[in-house]
């Protein structure tokens, strides 16, 4: 099946249906969300909580003895849960710092639960039980009712963030300030958290444990890239996070053997790579060529400051020099002095030059930038 | 003139991880003055204007503004965190910033309006920042971000405004336009407390000063007190009052 044909195929196959819309919405959910995250530069916090949940799902089999999603995720979310809260509690009540406290956490539950899946895998018939397809995700297992369930945490996020986005917005900027205002900060955290948990939870089953803190991390660091307003960034996060979702599956699906999650996740590291580099306020490149553009300025000006320096001392600004004396200044070269014509700053006449009014303003107006830039 | 007391404070001790940052602190500040806190670094200025707007909890001791706790009172108060508290590359503008100071007065859910907006406005031309209200405030430099924060504490028309050095790392003439809003704000009666770090400048700036290192060591008017004996007992070197002023 080619990519095309999936294409084509997406709106009438019930599966490909299935796993396609559940991706996107995933990738919403992880976009919206992961803007909050990445803002509070609380990127490792998705991590945590992802790893945080694999002992909840093998206890909730162990308990249970179901194998359908619904109840291990329950499981996912208490442990996730568990693990979120005891970050938090070691944050506030230890010398530990933030990254220490989470690095404990996610290694912690991460080894108990990998402990704990090997024990269930030794168990007799235990083996189909499949339980290991939450580590790197299996999209191919996912059902309706998984995609009513993300559908519906989708809505609940969606409700949230409009209802409360000015104390969100403004907790994320400056949270003391926020407090200082009379509003209930540890509310409006226990919410953002709880929301966080919850979309990490329903993408263990598609993307894993082991990935997932991407899916909230990638869309959102490649929204950031395109716009200096939040909610264009959040918007943009949930475009690129259901985007991913959208061509990881079908990319997947295209080819037998590559699973979803990963190839989702790479999506989602593309979107960031060409973000870093094109974008245009931050982007590498044209960061780069503002550098070479601002240098080349930079020469431009000195020497026409030079030229300045010569003319004022006469009363025609517009005597002409000898190219030659500018031999004592470095700044000058053959194309150097065509761009000074070129933008109408001199004019070229053999061997002299001379400064036309336009330059001559110009150079005064160096002057008075600088000015200002001090004065700023 | 000075009888009514804005901000009061009782027996205040805070302390982070066992270790008092603040030691039975006693503080009461009159309305209407523009009071200096000055002290080393680690005397616990920060923290104690933080435990003041009820964002640090203390392990002993209240305070009360104008004779209430904080939590009924925080429409009175506004509040300039340090510039360098926050990240300056979050997305948003230095209007929307502005704007932010009339969320405590909208309360939960409500969005601010053409009113809201309006105010910004008036509060970002007072400090001198209209012509830069969309831009982006990564793009602003720090006196212009401070200038930003003061805007913030106007638009919320407190009756008390606290200030986390407000003068750090702001040019000349910022300091100047900063410190003529303060007194403008003193003679609308307002009561201004601002943690403050140039000794030089206290007796040209503030009416009344608070000597902190852990414990108070004394609070009074700048004229009764400002002295080297306070000075030394706050930094522990001899300072000579007459070389600074």
């Not at chain 2, 000075?2 to 030691?23: G, M, R």
């Not at chain 2, 100071?101 to 939960?108: C, F, I, K, Q």
């Amino acid at each position: 099946m080619s990519v095309q044909e999936y294409f084509s195929l997406v709106f009438t196959d019930y599966t490909l249906r299935t796993i396609t819309l559940g991706t996107a919405i995933l990738g919403i959910v992880c976009g919206m969300l992961g803007s909050f995250a990445v803002l509070r530069k609380q990127s490792l916090l998705g991590d945590a909580i992802s790893h945080a949940a694999l002992p909840g799902i093998v206890i909730a089999f162990l308990i249970t003895g179901a194998k359908n999603s619904n109840t291990l995720l329950v499981g996912a979310l208490i442990s996730g849960l568990i693990g979120t809260f005891w970050i938090k509690g070691i944050i506030t009540k230890t010398h530990l710092k933030s990254d220490t406290a989470l690095g404990l956490i996610l290694s912690l539950f991460f080894g108990f639960g990998m402990l704990l899946l090997t024990f269930v895998q030794k168990m007799p018939n235990a083996q189909q039980a499949g339980l290991d397809k939450y580590l790197f995700g299996q999209a191919a297992t996912l059902v309706e009712s998984d995609v009513w369930l993300m559908g519906g945490v989708m809505l609940i996020a969606l409700v949230v963030l409009v209802v409360f986005w000015k104390e969100f917005k403004l907790q994320h900027f400056d949270a003391d300030y926020t407090k200082s205002l009379g509003f209930n900060t540890r509310f409006l955290d226990v919410v953002m958290t709880a929301l966080i948990v919850l979309s990490i939870v329903i993408g263990l089953q598609t993307v894993g444990v082991v990935l997932m803190s991407a899916m909230l991390l990638a869309p959102a660091a490649a929204a950031r890239q395109w716009t200096n307003n939040l909610a264009v960034m959040i918007f943009l996060a949930a475009v690129f996070g259901a985007l991913s979702g959208i061509f990881g599956t079908a990319i997947s699906a295209t080819s037998n053997n590559l699973s979803t999650g990963p190839v989702i996740v790479l999506i989602a590291a593309f979107f960031v790579v060409v973000s870093f580099i094109f974008s245009p306020g931050r982007g590498l490149l044209f960061k780069q060529i503002r550098q070479w553009k601002n240098r080349n300025d930079l020469q431009l000006h000195k020497t026409l400051h030079f030229m300045y320096e010569i003319a004022k001392t006469h009363q025609d600004i517009s005597h002409p020099h000898a190219v030659k004396i500018l031999n004592n200044f470095q700044g000058y070269t053959k194309n150097s002095l065509k761009s000074l014509a070129d933008r109408e700053y001199i004019t070229v006449d053999g061997p002299m030059w001379s400064l036309t009014p336009k330059g001559y303003e110009k150079a005064i107006n160096l002057y008075n930038q600088q000015d200002n830039l001090l004065n700023d | 003139m000075k009888e009514k007391i804005a901000i009061k404070v009782d027996d205040l001790t805070v302390a982070y991880n066992f270790k008092p940052v603040l030691w039975d602190i006693d503080l009461s500040v009159p309305e209407g003055v523009l009071m200096a806190i000055v002290g080393p670094n680690g005397a616990g200025k920060s923290t104690l204007i933080k435990a003041m707007l009820d964002i640090i909890k203390p392990i002993a001791g209240s305070v009360e503004i104008f004779g209430k706790p904080y939590k009924k009172q925080y429409k009175e108060v506004a509040y300039v965190p340090q510039k360098g508290s926050v990240d300056w590359d979050f997305p948003t503008t230095a209007l929307d910033v502005v704007m932010m100071g009339t969320y405590g007065s909208l309360g939960w859910i409500k969005r601010p309006g053409r009113k809201q907006k309006k105010e910004a406005l008036e509060a970002l031309e007072k400090v001198g920042m209209l012509e830069f209200r969309s831009r982006q405030i990564s793009q602003l430099s720090g006196g212009q971000q401070q200038r930003i924060f003061l805007a913030r504490a106007l638009v919320q028309q407190a009756s008390i405004y606290i200030m986390d050095e407000p003068f750090q790392g702001v040019d000349a003439t910022t300091e100047k336009a900063i410190i003529n809003i303060l007194k403008e704000l003193r003679k609308e009666g307002k009561t201004v407390v601002v943690v403050h770090h140039d000794l030089q400048t206290v007796p040209e700036y503030f009416d009344w000063v608070t000597f902190l290192n852990v414990k108070k060591i004394a609070t009074g008017s700048v004229k009764d007190i400002f002295n080297d004996d306070n000075l030394t007992k706050t930094y522990g070197i001899n300072y000579k009052v007459s070389v600074l002023q």
